[in-house]
């Protein structure tokens, strides 16, 4: 409330201390007005003692000064320097100073020509003014005196009164007003901190460093912290007339109109993060607070749309959201196509009364939609770090990953057609949920008259609907860029400094061990993503450095390897070795983390969170497709891969130990590797790069090495190895009857031989019966047990323990203590002693064929496991203890082990019956799951390279007692792991052919065909089989993420699938053979289909040339007349047996 007021006072000349100008003054009868009296009596007791400034000096007024009550009153007074209270008083020298007081500091001023101040004492911290003596009064403060001497009691008595009048005022005004703050302390009355940045800095012109502490739009300097908390300070600067700018390494100037202060801070980091600082607090001064303060006016907006900091100053106009300054910098590292970052105050232009209007809807609302699905784990704070800020932007506006999603998303044609009819109504909420679940905002609205949903928005005058339209003109929708922004910007503000030594830079690896006289010391800084090198600290020119984007590979050496204990190596675009080196270990991790953070996309950070040797990109190729290599981020420590490939918003780990192969390549001197880790393989390619070959070497030796310990082998997926695996399953498969197995000799030469190709590469080599005799490859795992680093019992003296518990009598005493030391072995040395002993078990069970009991066995393998000479018979001890035990000691499920037993028995059983038909063939036991894959649903079978999916299905519906009903149609389907495709097998496909063509992910399920009755039926009244009409088509081409569904004329017949990109084209756009093509039902969910009736067709028209076709139906009729089409043009109409065998 203002309140207006009349009076009259002599005329006096006061100093403005902004234009130094001096000007005759006269309080004259005028009127005023003042914001923040309540009470007119107030109004008039204090405005006895207001100055009125010429009007050519009113503009310098502050901020502050025209929020609270502006009391001015400049004179000459005597001073003496401040006291501690209780101290005793000594003679006085008074020296005489300018003095000013405003509604919040006193001020002295070395003349009444000075901008700025000697000291300022914040009228805050001021607990009392006191007479003290002639002319003299106090001005104390929590922990300072004040004395002053004014020139006679009379402006003595002015004096006090004024301060004892601005003292209440300011203290009754910070009770009232919201708006208030400490200029001292930073601290709203809500408690939250204006300052953005506090320290101590060096200043040019005096001793010691001072305290400077940037508050709102004002910059204040203070002897130390202590006078900072005290309230008393030596100056501030209004920044609103004031520029900054480096000047050097590590100082920077402030210039304003009267004096240009220069500082030096500790480090190139620090000034940089000063000057940024600085910078801002400019830009406050200048802005304005009009826009902020309408948005503001709803609640909601008050606190940022992202992590929830109070008073958000920035906003992304066409995502709708309020923003505070840091999560504005996220936002705008996104880039304009995403999110349209402005300002509340700066950008005053952009602001309309219409977009503001928009903001009205309030950031609680417009969240309802973007966070609707927010876990509390991943929910963002104001104190969260820039790591996970853009995590989390990027997931929620980029991925769309927190939204709720709109009841037609993913039906293209019906999201456009609600846009249109929403864009009518003034429901700007449901427009906006509809144009980021896909709406085309440029969609043909059907009337040649009203062609866009603009302008059907600007017909019904919904104005705030065309706002809000015309800022997603261009905007890419959630989902659809993920791939090139996630892997291609490395977005972590990473900074780091300090001495490393270097070497000159080389074109090819560093392979040599290079001497400390090979290396110079030079001061190295990381900041804003380049990384540059001095020649010392106080160097104002770089020797070198490179921009981080440019940096192809970072490589940690191990200790030892140079002449500085730790070191690194950093591979540039441009095909140049730089190598860095430190004989402190910290130092050497501090550099490797934030080089590392600095290289790697944030959505990649995973890739460095662990001890890695390398970290880089490369380019790769999924499938068998060799063209449009896609880049990758890779990082590589032992034998774990961690991989973030193209479009994925997650990291991979690989276990280099349990791949299904790994192959070298070489074209024309550029090196490639394909990697096959389950169903899936990715060749990497070199491209002539000097890291490639530490990429590909790091690679082989993280596969597994057969001259290693036990967990550097390669492994199967129950942690055994290889070699170890293959061994027993042959034994088992070919030698559980042979008379004296694992007792007699083999061939050496064979043995040696078999032993070398295991060790070299055990996934490349099969042990086919015939090829090999059951003792030779007996005696390949005894000798590999024996020969392995440090034994499968962990080395000589984690054995020790074990040969110590045969001393024990009492047996379940013994047991308990062999389960003890079970569980102290690694997770390999476990996993491997548990399946031996699981193989011993089984052996034994057929001692009365092959004559080995638990005895023989153990005199066997306890020399063996324990890798002694025999003389021990503790270790035999053991081993026969173990397979005695072999249920308790492992915690083995009976019925589980004893299904084993049985599956053992039918496997010798038939081999026998084939044998004595005179018709041997392959057996192989193979997995299969019943209904779906889950937990007890496996059954092995075992079976021969004749046997069909029909018969295989009759075999798992016998061993679960299972009788088919009549009209069941029970299948073999091909699954993948995410159970999102599937492929009914024909019921006469070979079994096996499928099974060995499994990886990881995907497996074979028998369960009812549930379109097969449908599909019978739709053939049987067909004459003519073929099908044609338009489909919803999206084909394959290595991209990760949302595919594009469009419509084409679809013509199955013959002998071929032709694609026509219309009902008028003359030439196909794509076609196949019927007999090259794989229908699957389903298609993945994340290429986000039209509907949920479609099919995955793989064309395999060549070794190299696999492609896949995603088709979508409207209706399941629909889909179960093409599926039907497709398996009868493929199978002559033969779709199922006359007579099934599952009928008898």
């Known amino acids: 409330m203002s309140y207006s007021s009349q009076m009259s006072w002599q005329t006096r000349r006061i100093h403005c201390e902004r234009c130094r ?27 006895k003692t207001v100055s009125i400034l010429p009007a050519h000096c009113r503009d310098h007024t502050t901020s502050e000064t025209l929020i609270f009550t502006t009391l001015l009153l400049s004179r000459w007074a005597g001073w003496t320097r401040p006291h501690l209270r209780g101290k005793r008083k000594r003679s006085l020298i008074f020296q005489k100073r300018w003095v000013m007081l405003d509604a919040q500091y006193l001020r002295y001023f070395q003349n009444e020509k000075e901008v700025y101040s000697k000291r300022i004492i914040a009228i805050l911290f001021v607990t009392e003014v006191l007479n003290v003596g002639e002319q003299k009064f106090e001005v104390v403060t929590r922990n300072r005196t004040f004395l002053f001497r004014a020139e006679n009691n009379t402006v003595r008595e002015e004096w006090v009164s004024v301060l004892k009048e601005t003292i209440q005022q300011r203290r009754s005004s910070m009770e009232m007003s919201l708006m208030n703050f400490s200029f001292t302390s930073g601290q709203r009355d809500s408690g939250v901190s204006l300052i953005s940045k506090q320290g101590y800095l060096e ?165 309802l939609f973007w966070a609707a699905n927010t876990p509390p784990s991943e929910a963002l704070q104001p104190s969260s770090d820039s790591e996970k800020r853009q995590r989390f932007v990027s997931a929620k506006y980029c991925q769309g990953k927190y939204r709720r999603y709109h009841a037609l998303f993913g039906q293209q044609e019906a999201l456009n057609k609600a846009l249109c009819s929403t864009v009518q109504t003034d429901d700007v909420l449901e427009t906006l949920s509809l144009v980021f679940c896909g709406a085309d905002v440029n969609c043909y609205t059907g009337d040649p008259e009203l062609p866009s949903p603009v302008s059907v928005a600007q017909h019904y005058g919904q104005i705030l609907q065309v706002e809000f339209l015309t800022h997603n003109h261009n905007t890419d929708l959630p989902g659809s860029r993920a791939g090139n922004h996630t892997l291609l910007e490395a977005a972590l503000p990473v900074s780091h400094t300090g001495y490393l030594f270097k070497t000159a830079s080389s074109i090819r690896p560093v392979t040599e061990c290079k001497a400390k006289g090979d290396f110079s010391r030079r001061w190295c800084s990381l900041n804003q993503g380049n990384f540059s090198y001095y020649e010392s600290e106080k160097s104002s020119s770089q020797s070198g450095g490179m921009k981080m984007s440019d940096v192809l590979c970072l490589l940690v050496n191990p200790p030892g390897k140079h002449g500085y204990a730790h070191s690194f190596e950093l591979y540039h675009d441009s095909g140049r070795v730089y190598l860095f080196g430190e004989d402190s270990s910290d130092e050497v991790k501090g550099w490797i983390k934030a080089i590392a953070k600095a290289l790697v996309p944030s959505a990649a950070e995973d890739l460095v969170c662990w001890p890695f040797a390398r970290v880089g990109r490369l380019s ?25 490939l193209h479009g994925a918003d997650r990291v991979e780990n690989i276990d280099l130990r349990k791949i299904k192969e790994l192959s070298m390549e070489q074209e024309a001197g550029a090196g490639a590797v394909v990697l096959v880790d389950g169903g899936r393989s990715l060749r990497l390619e070199g491209d002539r790069r000097p890291d490639f070959q530490g990429w590909l070497s790091g690679l082989q030796q993280g596969s597994g090495r057969g001259d290693g310990p036990l967990d550097q082998q390669q492994l199967t997926d129950t942690d055994v190895p290889v070699i170890v695996d293959r061994c027993m399953s042959y034994v088992t498969q070919h030698g559980l009857k042979s008379e004296g197995i694992y007792r007699r000799c083999g061939v050496n030469s064979k043995i040696a031989a078999l032993l070398f190709f295991l060790r070299h590469d055990a996934r490349q080599v099969r042990l086919n019966e015939g090829e090999r005799q059951v003792d030779d490859v007996a005696n390949v795992l005894k000798r590999f047990l024996r020969e392995v680093g440090e034994g499968v019992f962990n080395g000589h003296q984690a054995s020790l323990p074990w040969l110590h518990t045969t001393t024990v009598s009492e047996m379940s005493e013994r047991v308990s203590q062999y389960q003890a030391l079970l569980h102290s072995l690694p997770r390999v040395n476990r996993a491997t002693l548990g399946a031996v002993i699981n193989h011993l078990y089984c052996v034994q069970c057929f001692a009365d064929e092959n004559q080995m009991n638990m005895h023989n066995l153990a005199i066997v393998f306890g020399p063996t496991l324990f890798q002694m000479d025999g003389t021990d018979n503790s270790a035999g001890q053991v081993v026969e203890d173990l397979i005695q035990n072999y249920q308790d000691i492992f915690n083995v499920d009976a019925e589980q082990f004893q299904r084993q037993l049985d599956m053992i028995s039918h496997v010798i059983k038939a081999q026998k019956e084939h044998t004595e038909e005179g018709s041997p063939s392959l057996l192989t036991i193979c997995g299969v799951y019943l209904e779906r894959k889950e937990e007890g649903s496996e ?70 065909n549930c379109f097969m009755e449908a599909i019978l039926t739709y053939i049987a009244g067909r004459v003519d089989v073929s099908q044609n009409g338009l489909i919803k088509f999206c084909e394959e081409k290595g991209q990760r993420g949302k595919g594009t569904f469009s419509r084409r004329l679809c013509v199955l017949s013959g002998l071929s699938l032709r694609l026509y990109k219309d009902v008028k084209s003359s030439q196909p756009e794509r076609e196949c053979q019927i007999h090259a093509l794989k229908v699957y039902c389903g298609i993945k969910r994340k290429l986000q289909p039209p509907s949920c009736w479609g099919m995955t067709v793989v064309c395999e028209k060549a070794v190299r040339d696999i492609q896949q076709w995603y088709l979508c139906c409207e209706s399941k009729n629909e889909l179960i007349e093409w599926l039907a089409t497709f398996m009868s043009l493929q199978h002559d109409g033969d779709l199922w047996p006359a007579a099934s065998r599952l009928d008898s």
């Open 203 to 367: 200043m040019n012109g005096l001793r010691s460093k001072v305290y400077v502490v940037i508050c709102a739009d004002r910059v204040f300097l203070y002897g130390n912290a202590e006078e900072h908390s005290q309230g008393v300070g030596i100056t501030y600067i209004e920044m609103n007339v004031g520029t900054v700018k480096s000047t050097d390494k590590r100082s920077f100037n402030l210039t304003t109109f009267y004096r240009t202060f220069s500082f030096l801070a500790e480090s190139a980091q620090q000034r940089d993060q000063w000057v940024e600082a600085l910078q801002d607090c400019v830009s406050r001064s200048l802005s304005s607070d009009v826009v902020a303060q309408k948005i503001w006016a709803v609640e909601a907006n008050q606190r940022c749309a992202d992590c929830g900091a109070p008073h958000p100053d920035w906003a992304s106009v066409n995502l709708c959201v309020v923003l505070c300054k840091c999560c504005a910098g996220v936002h705008r590292g996104l880039g304009q196509s995403v999110s349209k970052v402005r300002s509340l105050r700066m950008d005053e232009k952009v602001w309309t009364d219409n977009l503001i209007q928009v903001f009205l809807l309030g950031n609680n609302r417009v969240n």
């Open 939 to 1008: 059954l092995l079978v075992q079976i021969s390279q004749e046997v069909s999916a029909e018969e295989l299905v009759c075999k798992v519906l016998r061993r679960r007692n299972i009788p088919p009903q009549q009209g069941d149609y029970w299948s073999c389907f091909l699954v993948d792991n995410n159970q999102e495709i599937e492929r009914p097998l024909h019921y006469q496909e070979r079994a096996l052919t499928i099974y060995f063509s499994l990886g990881k992910d995907c497996h074979l399920v028998v369960k009812k």
């Open 620 to 644: 790769y190729t999924e499938g068998q497709s060799h063209h449009s290599p896609l880049l990758g981020w890779f990082s590589l420590g032992g034998s774990r891969l961690l991989l973030l």
């Open 21 to 47: 100008t001096a000007s005759a003054v006269s309080f004259v009868w005028r009127r005023l007005s003042v914001k923040t009296l309540k009470q007119p009596g107030e109004h008039h007791r204090l405005m």
